[in-house]
Every structure is written in C-alpha cells, then in structure tokens.
C-alpha cells in the first residue's frame, strides 16, 4: 500500500514560517490534501489539490508538490495554528483514501 | 449549512457489535461518496470505509474488511457503519466525512468514541 512519512513534530517562532512535509513515492504525480486538527476538533480541509484553500482559509495557508515530497507551508505562523496536520492522497492502487501520520505544529 | 452527526458510539466487549449513524444535512446527500475514518487515542487518522453516492461502490480498509459494513439510506440522508466482531484495537473516535470528487473529505462530522473493553 501507498505510504505517506510526515516529521512528527515542527516547531516555529510566532510571525515565521513554518513547512511541514510529506514524502511518498512519485507523490507529485498525486494529488495532495492537508487537514488541520485542533485538540478535541474534528479534522478541518485547509488545502486540497496541492495547492488550492477551501474559502474561508488563510491566504498565509499554501501548499506545493513536486518530486518525492509535498510541502504545506504556513506564512506568518500565529499561536492559533498550533494543530496537528495530516496529509491524505487517494491511491487506485491500494486505500482509496491514504493518511500520513500527522506531524504536530508548534508555536513557540 | 453542511452538518454531519455521528451517533451510535458507546462502551462494547471484545466480540461484540455496534452500529454507528451519521445524520446528514444541509446537502443534497446522495450526489457524494461519504467515508468512516477513525483516530484511536493520541494517534494518527485511519480511513476506515468509503461508499459511493448509489451504495454500489464500496471500499474498506484491510484492518476492518469482513468485519464493517458500510451502508446509507439516501432517503433518509444517513450513513451507517455495522462494526462486528470488534476488537481493542478498534478502539477510535469514529468520523464521517463528506468525501469530494472522490478523493478528499472536505466536511467532518464531530465524531463518536467507541471504546472496545472487558
């Protein structure tokens, strides 16, 4: 089955950047989606097809893929975007609907 | 709006059965696939099942096959999940989510606990 490795933590200073990564094989010849969890919250969309943000979500929310690895990068981090992310794929060839294994954002 | 809300969760054994419900609303439910994905305690999420709009396609998850069955009544704008043969392991808040273009969950219901103990 499709594997997908994210960090299990990043940390970052308040107004910085923070890039949170996702590695799979040939993933950007995928389509990436980025969730974000807050504690006790149910899961919500910020990026879906590698790049595009549901309304409603941050402009400082973008996200690329090329390569091996997909990035969610979050601009002028704010103590409010401490969550865990998730990154997903769907795979024809195994699960339908692939998760990474989340990686929890600090915020120093 | 669009609201999801999963009930059915509670307390079972080991062995035992439970039947989870995800009331729909605020969509016109049967034009989308609709998924079950759970998070056991402090871990990761899992996708559990996926069903198409009619029902006629449906997946699982190798960890639940021939144990869960996932189902919906249009009619009724529900989702199910009938769990059975549950095991520890199974232990998760469960979710439903909406699942767009069939490939990514852009609306998620709360959640229900299902603890699996003796």
């Known amino acids: 089955s499709y594997v997908l490795t994210q960090p299990p933590s990043v940390s970052v200073a308040p107004g910085k950047t923070a890039r949170i990564t996702c590695g799979g094989n040939?993933?950007?010849?995928?389509?990436v989606h980025w969730y974000q969890q807050k504690p006790g919250q149910a899961p919500v969309l910020v990026i879906y097809?590698?790049?595009d943000r549901p309304s409603g979500i941050p402009e400082r929310f973008s996200g690329s893929n090329s390569g091996n690895t997909a990035t969610l990068t979050i601009s002028r981090v704010e103590a409010g975007d401490e969550a865990d992310y998730y990154c997903?794929?769907?795979?024809?060839?195994?699960?339908?609907?692939?998760f990474g294994g989340g990686t929890k954002l600090t915020v120093l | 709006q669009v609201q999801l809300v999963e009930s059915g969760g509670g307390l079972v054994k080991p062995g035992g059965s439970l039947r989870l419900s995800c009331a729909a609303s605020?969509?016109?439910?049967?034009?989308?696939?609709m998924s079950w994905i759970r998070q056991a305690p402090g871990k990761g999420l899992e996708w559990v099942s996926y069903?198409?709009?009619?029902?006629?396609?449906?997946y699982y998850a190798d960890s639940v096959k021939g144990r869960f069955t996932i189902s919906r009544d249009n009619a009724k704008n529900s989702l199910y999940l009938q769990m059975n043969s549950l095991r520890a392991e199974d232990t998760a808040v469960y979710y439903c989510?909406?699942?767009?273009?069939?490939?990514?969950?852009?609306?998620w219901g709360q959640g229900t606990l299902v603890t699996v103990s003796s």
């Open positions: 097809y590698d790049s």
């Open positions: 069903i198409s709009s009619s029902g006629s396609t449906i």
């Open positions: 989510a909406r699942v767009l273009e069939r490939v990514y969950n852009d609306y």
């Open positions: 040939n993933i950007g010849s995928k389509s």
């Open positions: 997903q794929v769907w795979d024809s060839s195994s699960d339908p609907l692939v």
């Open positions: 605020g969509f016109t439910f049967s034009d989308y696939y």
